[in-house]
Antibody, heavy 118, light 107 residues
Framework: QVQLVQSGAEVKKPGASVRLSCKASGYSFNSYDLNWVRQAPGQGLEWLGWMNPNKGTTDYAQKFQGRITMTRIASISTAYMELSSLRSDDTAVYYCARGVLKGGFDNWGQGTPVTVSS | DIQMTQSPSTLSASVGDRITITCRAS??????LAWYQQKPGKAPKFLIYQASNLESGVPSRFSGSGSGTEFTLTISNLQPDDFATYYC?????????FGQGTKVEMK
């Protein structure tokens, strides 16, 4: 079955960077876009961007452009999302999610909590 | 950027009720709309795509409708497992936007 397994919780200081991973299994990694979505405590869902694992092309939400980078290592079916210049309002649970052609995100990782605190 | 506005923010209901959640887009979105259910501490669950198509395995008491700028998610015969927060989502080749969410709570 399709699974997205994310890396563990992170605690970072303001100004630092964080790199999260998302390992895919149960499907062809290169065949589906991989999205990243975050959720601040008690808040709604916020899309950060997507990556085409086959081509390595990316599209980032305007809000994060300049401090977000999405990459992948196809040989191990793993996607990465790095967010730099962290601020306290970047504290959130970060999810990876598989995008499907029919529209929407049909499978999600379990989420990675990221805490930014001095 | 397209904005998605859900209403109500909170909905109080009882088991067996029929409920409707509305999602309005700031401009026409050509039915590129999905709905998700999220429970506390869990990842969202994919319910509906292209405004009205039920994802495989989702109970038939869930339905979606609408076009243009106004969309609805209806749950008929609300079950105990349905108390959760629901999000609409617009997607296209360039952008993804979520509504702010509607919490369905027990009356």
């Amino acid at each position: 079955q399709v699974q997205l397994v994310q890396s563990g919780a992170e605690v970072k200081k303001p100004g630092a960077s964080v790199r999260l991973s998302c390992k895919a299994s149960g499907y062809s990694f290169n065949s589906y876009d991989l999205n990243w979505v975050r959720q601040a405590p008690g808040q709604g869902l916020e899309w950060l961007g997507w990556m085409n694992p086959n081509k390595g092309t990316t599209d980032y939400a305007q809000k994060f452009q300049g401090r977000i980078t999405m990459t992948r290592i196809a040989s191990i079916s793993t996607a990465y999302m790095e967010l730099s210049s962290l601020r306290s309002d970047d504290t959130a649970v970060y999810y990876c999610a598989r995008g499907v052609l029919k529209g929407g995100f049909d499978n999600w990782g379990q989420g990675t909590p990221v805490t930014v605190s001095s | 950027d397209i904005q998605m506005t859900q209403s109500p923010s909170t909905l109080s209901a009882s088991v067996g009720d029929r409920i409707t959640i509305t999602c309005r887009a700031s401009e026409t979105i050509n039915n590129w709309l999905a709905w998700y259910q999220q429970k506390p501490g869990k990842a969202p669950k994919f319910l509906i795509y292209q405004a009205s198509n039920l994802e495989s395995g989702v109970p038939s008491r869930f339905s979606g409708s609408g076009s243009g700028t106004e969309f609805t998610l209806t749950i008929s015969n609300l079950q105990p497992d349905d108390f959760a927060t629901y999000y609409c989502q617009h997607y296209n080749n360039y952008d993804v936007t979520f509504g702010q969410g509607t919490k369905v709570e027990m009356k």
